[in-house]
């Protein structure tokens, strides 16, 4: 399983790594133009120029107030910085205020929070995409509300990013000692410098994008998306300026709030001064008590230099645009609640006369960040003010007026503009029976979609172990898997496994130098052939000899030498044997394997087919030209006439479609794997246009291990296998005084609990970002862990067990048969209202591709379950509440149970 990039040779597709070489040449009287790197615009003013300093002012272009004339800019100076703290407290701070906002909006949809929503529009009305480029609030909130702390930089970025998620407003800060000139909000004409953090990089703005430029460059692209490298925020920093950005609903006292928090805690913390300077319509310039650097111009030689430069070494764009949108997304089921209060909006505003300015598909219904102004919020008001030229409050009476009445909603409240509904108590209640009734399908979408898609992940090579990567992609695209199932889509899973190459070669020399007895075990077995795959990768690498013997047993498999073949298809077999076994005890399985050579024949031969067309030949190797796209060039047949992984993902992709023709197809791998996917993507597209938009690969981040005390069985290196075993016997210890279990009910128990306790891990982040796997929290039964809601559940059931089945149904509306939320207690109610939401992040986490939402969602039931627990009796609760309570009861552990599942989680019983 090999492949090329550049000059570089790549192994197999679970260590892929991919490169792009840039290549600047330099015009002969362009002297200062030394290497392949960019000659920032700092170090040329210290050759040429003579650097002055002058009052440094902050402005507001007037085409940005034509644009949003409501706009308000605070800009916060601190001087006497000491970021050399060490921090404890303001991340303390940070991840208290992390965990309140999880709790608060961990319920809604972010983006038509009425602090998020403006700014998406805002981001729509320049040319970007929200969903892709966010502001920076959105962005940190995202994170923090699929429950991943966000990052530890240094102490006065910590700071600022706490300010930013407790007021919910954009946040950013620079060093000035990066700083050239004034700094001005202003629309980009497309060719300014923007180098990002931590590259080198040149990625120019959008023409007409909106950003912070200085006279070097863009030091802040997108308003508030992505800060420049040059004035990052470093340990070193001892002055800085800090924007806070407000658009309506963002009031001027709700920032300068945040601003004189901001300076508060920069003084208690970093010993920090600060003074905050306005930009608003009516002020749109301000000179600040600072200095900055300033190259005088007429020190620049005649022709523009910079622009030169920059010309010059003008390359293509970043690929991120390269996908198009995935189709899940615009995908709604209308019986969900949301879409019946959406369609209750739209009654009232064709009622008002307001039909003829949006659509019915551009009204936002979401879960209020506050419960208690009510289940659903929309701001549509807001929306349509600017259209009618009135105010939001106005239009929102208007509306208010129109609604119907309808049995789902109690009543309809007004809070600043928004229209907040209460559902009616009865109605959840009925929800309730609607748990009851439905049971196992109970979140499932109701509508049958006519779309196929293709899941491929998991992709572990023979005659080696899975790693714990292999782990996380065997759990993740399980789990969406069952979630895409449940919104309706036909499903099709698909594993690709490397079955030859070099890795095989190297297992099979030292097997055949060891001569080892036959394991009677797959367990055994599968042990033996990493043990002699890690024996066979080192003599490789330090052993000339080994290294001629192993290039020709691979070459000898290629050609299926009869010397080698049968231990080749004997070991082979023991490694795909294991697979399916290890899958099974996983909770995972496939619709169908493809191996590598089944493909490789095929692969060859479409791209010999292809030369002159798609593909070209170059220094007797063949190619594809990435480059033509904005991407890398990538060789697909190597000098030698073999196939690279390249042109055997021609082949497999082929023979999928012929197999199962597919509407869209998921590849889920490492992220390291991203540049690759788009150059073989791209060649498939300019192959058969059928593929144009079906395919996408997403890239998942890596798992790391807090802990390095973990060891394997194996050798050096923690396999997933070693993880679940290890987690198994971690298991075993935390139950082993349960009297009232058998040992063989302990042995099951442990390996459910234990491979729970993984996939919860692994499934409640963001799963495209790099995560840490910290075994104590995963296998503890109290934290927000699998095992915890394994254990809510199985509470819930024992309380089950002791009554009939039959009195669980029928619930009335409330434990009096009146309509009055007063009936139910505050712990009942919360769980009634947040029951009947689960089908519709059963189907947003599909959608997104995401299970950190339904993890999230179901850690939030099992917490508000056992508060209902602790407070109130069940079984000895009297008449109609007893019957209530049950109901309530049963209606939860239906709702984990089904929950759980699409995780690939099992629900016990008895724990």
């Given at each position: 399983?090999?492949?090329?990039?550049?000059?570089?040779?790549?192994?197999?597709?679970?260590?892929?790594?991919?490169?792009?070489?840039?290549?600047?040449?330099?015009?002969a009287?362009?002297?200062?133009?030394?290497?392949?790197?960019?000659?920032?615009?700092?170090?040329?003013c210290?050759i040429?120029?003579?650097?002055?300093?002058?009052?440094?002012?902050f402005?507001?272009?007037?085409?940005?107030?034509?644009?949003?004339p409501?706009?308000?800019?605070?800009?916060?100076?601190?001087?006497?910085?000491?970021?050399t703290?060490d921090?404890k407290?303001?991340?303390?701070i940070?991840r208290?205020?992390?965990?309140?906002?999880?709790?608060?909006?961990?319920?809604i949809?972010?983006?038509s929070?009425?602090?998020?929503?403006?700014?998406?529009?805002?981001?729509?009305?320049f040319?970007?995409?929200?969903?892709?480029?966010?502001?920076?609030?959105?962005?940190?909130?995202?994170?923090v509300?699929?429950g991943?702390?966000?990052?530890?930089?240094?102490?006065?970025v910590?700071?600022?990013?706490?300010?930013?998620v407790?007021?919910?407003?954009p946040?950013?800060?620079?060093?000035?000692?990066?700083v050239?000139?004034?700094?001005?909000l202003?629309?980009?004409?497309?060719?300014e410098?923007?180098?990002?953090?931590?590259?080198?990089?040149?990625?120019?703005?959008?023409?007409g994008e909106?950003?912070?430029?200085?006279?070097?460059?863009?030091?802040?692209r997108?308003?508030?998306?992505?800060?420049?490298?040059?004035?990052?925020?470093?340990?070193?920093?001892?002055e800085?300026?800090?924007?806070?950005d407000g658009?309506?609903?963002a009031k001027?006292?709700?920032?300068?709030?945040?601003?004189?928090?901001?300076?508060?805690?920069?003084?208690k913390?970093?010993?920090?001064?600060?003074?905050?300077?306005?930009l608003?319509?009516?002020?749109?310039?301000?000179?600040?008590?600072?200095?900055?650097?300033?190259?005088e111009?007429?020190?620049?030689?005649?022709?523009?230099?910079?622009?030169?430069?920059?010309?010059?070494?003008?390359?293509?764009?970043?690929?991120?645009?390269?996908y198009?949108?995935?189709?899940?997304?615009?995908?709604?089921?209308?019986?969900?609640?949301?879409?019946?209060?959406?369609?209750?909006?739209w009654?009232?505003?064709?009622k008002?006369?307001?039909?003829?300015?949006?659509k019915?598909e551009?009204?936002?219904?979401?879960?209020?960040?506050?419960?208690?102004?009510?289940d659903f919020?929309?701001?549509?008001a807001?929306?349509?003010?600017?259209?009618l030229?009135?105010?939001?409050?106005?239009?929102?009476?208007?509306?208010?007026?129109?609604?119907?009445s309808?049995?789902?909603?109690?009543?309809?409240?007004l809070?600043?503009?928004?229209?907040?509904?209460?559902?009616n108590?009865?109605?959840?209640?009925?929800?309730i029976?609607?748990?009851?009734?439905?049971?196992d399908?109970?979140?499932?979408?109701?509508?049958?979609?006519?779309?196929k898609?293709i899941?491929?992940?998991g992709?572990?090579?023979?005659?080696?172990?899975?790693?714990?990567?292999?782990?996380?992609?065997?759990m993740?695209?399980?789990?969406?898997?069952?979630?895409t199932?449940?919104?309706?889509?036909e499903i099709?899973?698909?594993?690709?496994?490397?079955?030859?190459?070099?890795?095989?070669?190297?297992?099979?020399?030292?097997?055949?130098?060891?001569?080892?007895g036959?394991?009677?075990?797959?367990?055994?077995?599968?042990?033996?052939?990493?043990k002699?795959?890690?024996?066979?990768?080192?003599?490789?690498?330090?052993?000339e000899k080994?290294?001629?013997?192993?290039d020709r047993?691979?070459?000898?498999?290629?050609?299926k030498?009869?010397?080698?073949?049968?231990?080749?298809?004997?070991?082979?077999q023991?490694?795909?044997?294991?697979?399916?076994?290890?899958?099974k005890s996983i909770?995972?399985?496939y619709?169908?394997?493809?191996f590598e050579?089944?493909v490789?024949?095929?692969?060859?031969?479409?791209?010999k087919d292809?030369?002159?067309?798609?593909?070209?030949e170059?220094?007797?190797?063949?190619i594809?030209?990435?480059?033509k796209?904005?991407l890398?060039?990538?060789?697909?047949?190597?000098?030698?006439?073999t196939?690279?992984?390249?042109?055997?993902?021609?082949?497999?992709q082929?023979?999928?479609?012929?197999?199962?023709?597919?509407?869209?197809?998921?590849?889920?791998?490492?992220?390291?794997q991203s540049?690759?996917?788009?150059?073989?993507?791209?060649?498939?597209?300019?192959?058969?246009?059928?593929?144009?938009d079906?395919?996408?690969?997403?890239?998942?981040?890596?798992?790391?291990?807090?802990s390095?005390?973990?060891?394997?069985?194996?050798?050096?290196?923690?396999?997933?296998i070693?993880?679940?075993?290890q987690?198994?016997?971690?298991?075993?210890?935390?139950?082993k005084?349960?009297?009232?279990?058998?040992?063989?009910?302990?042995?099951?128990?442990?390996e459910?609990?234990?491979?729970?306790?993984?996939?919860?891990?692994?499934?409640?982040n963001?799963?495209?970002?790099d995560?840490?796997f910290?075994?104590e929290?995963?296998?503890?039964?109290e934290?927000?862990?699998?095992?915890?809601?394994?254990y809510?559940?199985?509470?819930?059931?024992?309380?089950?067990?002791?009554?009939?089945?039959?009195?669980?149904?029928n619930?009335?509306?409330?434990p009096?048969?009146?309509?009055?939320?007063?009936?139910?207690?505050?712990?009942?109610?919360?769980?009634?209202?947040?029951?009947?939401?689960?089908?519709?992040?059963?189907?947003?986490?599909?959608?997104?591709?995401?299970?950190?939402?339904?993890?999230?969602?179901?850690?939030?039931?099992?917490?508000?379950?056992n508060?209902?627990?602790?407070?109130?009796?069940?079984?000895?609760?009297?008449?109609?509440?007893?019957?209530?309570?049950?109901?309530?009861?049963?209606?939860?552990?239906?709702?984990?149970k089904?929950?759980?599942?699409?995780?690939?989680?099992?629900?016990l019983?008895?724990?």
């Amino acid at each position: 399983m090999s492949g090329t990039t550049r000059v570089n040779q790549i192994k197999d597709r679970s260590t892929l790594k991919s490169s792009r070489l840039i290549t600047i040449q330099p015009k002969a009287d362009k002297q200062l133009l030394r290497d392949e790197s960019f000659l920032f615009w700092k170090e040329y003013c210290k050759i040429v120029n003579i650097i002055k300093l002058k009052k440094m002012k902050f402005k507001v272009s007037p085409e940005i107030f034509e644009k949003y004339p409501n706009l308000i800019e605070a800009i916060v100076i601190l001087k006497n910085i000491d970021n050399t703290v060490d921090g404890k407290e303001i991340i303390e701070i940070l991840r208290n205020e992390e965990e309140k906002k999880k709790n608060t909006l961990s319920t809604i949809q972010l983006s038509s929070h009425p602090a998020i929503q403006p700014w998406r529009d805002a981001f729509k009305s320049f040319g970007s995409k929200p969903n892709k480029f966010s502001s920076s609030v959105e962005a940190l909130l995202k994170r923090v509300v699929k429950g991943n702390e966000l990052p530890d930089i240094n102490p006065l970025v910590n700071l600022y990013n706490y300010c930013s998620v407790k007021h919910i407003l954009p946040f950013g800060g620079e060093d000035f000692s990066g700083v050239y000139g004034n700094m001005e909000l202003k629309h980009c004409a497309g060719d300014e410098e923007f180098i990002p953090i931590m590259s080198k990089e040149n990625e120019p703005p959008d023409k007409g994008e909106v950003s912070w430029l200085d006279d070097q460059g863009v030091t802040c692209r997108k308003w508030n998306w992505r800060q420049c490298d040059r004035t990052k925020v470093t340990e070193k920093t001892k002055e800085g300026y800090f924007i806070i950005d407000g658009i309506p609903p963002a009031k001027k006292e709700d920032i300068n709030e945040a601003a004189e928090d901001f300076i508060k805690l920069a003084k208690k913390y970093l010993n920090a001064r600060g003074e905050i300077y306005w930009l608003d319509r009516k002020n749109p310039e301000v000179e600040v008590n600072i200095k900055t650097k300033v190259a005088e111009s007429s020190q620049l030689p005649a022709t523009n230099l910079r622009k030169e430069m920059i010309k010059t070494q003008k390359i293509n764009k970043s690929t991120k645009d390269f996908y198009k949108k995935n189709p899940l997304e615009d995908m709604v089921d209308e019986s969900l609640v949301k879409y019946k209060v959406r369609d209750l909006v739209w009654e009232a505003i064709k009622k008002a006369k307001y039909g003829k300015y949006l659509k019915k598909e551009d009204i936002k219904v979401e879960h209020p960040q506050n419960e208690e102004f009510g289940d659903f919020s929309t701001n549509v008001a807001m929306v349509l003010a600017g259209k009618l030229k009135k105010k939001p409050n106005f239009v929102a009476d208007v509306i208010q007026e129109h609604i119907p009445s309808r049995n789902v909603i109690q009543h309809v409240s007004l809070k600043e503009a928004f229209i907040n509904f209460h559902l009616n108590p009865k109605w959840l209640a009925n929800e309730i029976n609607k748990i009851l009734k439905e049971k196992d399908t109970y979140g499932d979408s109701l509508k049958s979609r006519e779309f196929k898609l293709i899941v491929e992940f998991g992709q572990p090579n023979t005659h080696k172990m899975p790693h714990i990567g292999h782990l996380f992609s065997y759990m993740y695209g399980e789990s969406i898997a069952r979630l895409t199932k449940a919104m309706g889509l036909e499903i099709f899973r698909a594993n690709y496994q490397g079955d030859v190459g070099p890795h095989v070669a190297k297992c099979i020399w030292a097997f055949m130098k060891n001569k080892p007895g036959i394991p009677k075990t797959l367990r055994e077995k599968a042990g033996l052939l990493q043990k002699m795959y890690q024996e066979g990768a080192t003599a490789y690498k330090e052993d000339e000899k080994a290294k001629e013997d192993i290039d020709r047993i691979n070459k000898m498999i290629y050609l299926k030498d009869k010397k080698i073949d049968a231990i080749y298809k004997e070991t082979r077999q023991w490694s795909v044997d294991f697979y399916e076994e290890f899958e099974k005890s996983i909770g995972v399985h496939y619709d169908r394997y493809y191996f590598e050579s089944e493909v490789a024949e095929l692969g060859e031969k479409i791209v010999k087919d292809n030369i002159g067309k798609v593909f070209k030949e170059s220094k007797g190797a063949v190619i594809f030209e990435g480059s033509k796209f904005g991407l890398h060039d990538r060789v697909f047949i190597t000098k030698r006439g073999t196939p690279t992984y390249e042109a055997k993902d021609m082949g497999l992709q082929t023979i999928k479609y012929k197999e199962w023709p597919f509407d869209y197809m998921m590849i889920f791998t490492a992220h390291e794997q991203s540049e690759y996917f788009k150059v073989v993507i791209k060649a498939l597209e300019e192959l058969n246009p059928v593929f144009q938009d079906r395919i996408r690969h997403y890239g998942f981040g890596m798992v790391n291990l807090k802990s390095g005390k973990m060891s394997s069985r194996t050798g050096n290196i923690i396999t997933g296998i070693g993880l679940v075993e290890q987690a198994i016997e971690a298991v075993k210890k935390l139950i082993k005084d349960k009297n009232d279990l058998s040992e063989k009910e302990k042995e099951k128990i442990a390996e459910k609990v234990a491979i729970a306790a993984i996939k919860y891990s692994f499934l409640k982040n963001n799963p495209f970002q790099d995560s840490v796997f910290d075994f104590e929290e995963s296998i503890n039964f109290e934290g927000n862990s699998g095992p915890y809601l394994q254990y809510t559940y199985a509470r819930a059931k024992s309380i089950l067990k002791e009554i009939e089945q039959s009195t669980i149904y029928n619930l009335p509306s409330s434990p009096a048969g009146g309509q009055s939320s007063k009936d139910f207690n505050t712990e009942e109610l919360l769980i009634l209202r947040t029951l009947y939401k689960f089908p519709e992040v059963v189907f947003e986490s599909g959608m997104n591709l995401a299970p950190n939402l339904l993890c999230s969602y179901l850690f939030d039931l099992a917490q508000k379950f056992n508060l209902f627990y602790k407070k109130h009796k069940v079984l000895k609760a009297k008449n109609e509440e007893r019957k209530a309570r049950l109901a309530i009861t049963a209606a939860t552990a239906q709702v984990i149970k089904n929950g759980l599942g699409l995780l690939g989680i099992e629900a016990l019983e008895k724990m």
